[in-house]
């Protein structure tokens, strides 16, 4: 199957910094990169939607300047949470999709935990 | 009302035990259904699909009741590799685009 990867998988912060967790599709074109975010105990939620080459669409709540999500290549998209908090500790997973559309692959997640 | 709900469990099995897992969602516009397995801070891996007519893949069984917006999951002969957290997924847009997680039944399965 489709291989999506993330890094880092775990990062530890200060306060008031940014930080930024790649993810990366290796051996398929994701036209279609979307980023979750899971608290300890809750579900899976969906942040934003990517398409390479064009603005992210956001969820709603989501604040867009806060989460900056880039989708330059077909391969590649970041998320930047910007001023990270202690409140936006959290695991973060992007997925990715392919021309075919018929399923999301999912990368190993990072663990982001602000201090 | 959540839009997927599950009961997060656990459900505590013996080896060899068959164990059902239940999920109802609330958008009667939902396209597709799935299961997914997530194990202890790892990302989710899809299961298998769910539909209309029930799908088998070995020991695991998918149902899907539209009527009922209801979606099931059997798992016969348990294995103790089968404990995990079992999150049902709701895509309420054509084609992958919009996954919808319940917050996962877990299951432990033990010797």
């Known amino acids: 199957g489709a291989v999506v990867s993330q890094h880092p998988s775990r990062v530890i912060c200060k306060s008031g910094t940014s930080v930024k967790i790649e993810c990366r599709s290796l051996d398929f074109q994701a036209t279609t990169m979307f980023w979750y975010r899971q608290f300890p105990k809750k579900s899976l939620m969906l942040m934003a939607t990517s398409n390479e080459g064009s603005k992210a669409t956001y969820e709603q709540g989501v604040e867009k300047d806060k989460f900056l999500i880039n989708h330059a290549s077909l391969t590649l998209s970041t998320l930047t949470v910007t001023s990270a908090h202690p409140e936006d500790s959290s695991f973060y997973i992007c997925s990715a999709t392919g021309w075919r559309d018929n399923e999301q692959f999912f990368g190993p997640g990072t663990r982001l935990t602000v201090l | 009302r959540k839009e997927v709900e599950q009961d997060p469990g656990p459900f505590n099995v013996p080896e060899g035990a068959t164990v059902a897992f239940n999920c109802t969602y609330s958008n009667s516009a939902s396209q597709s259904f799935f299961w997914y397995r997530q194990d202890c801070r790892k990302e989710p891996k899809l299961l298998m699909s769910?539909?209309?007519s029930g799908n088998e893949d070995g020991r695991f069984t998918a149902q899907l009741n539209r009527a009922s917006q209801y979606i099931s999951l059997l798992i016969r002969d348990s294995k103790l590799s089968d404990s995990a957290t079992y999150l049902c997924v709701v895509n309420t847009d054509t084609g992958f685009q919009k996954l919808v997680f319940g917050t996962g039944t877990r299951l432990l399965v033990s010797p």
């Open positions: 769910v539909y209309s």
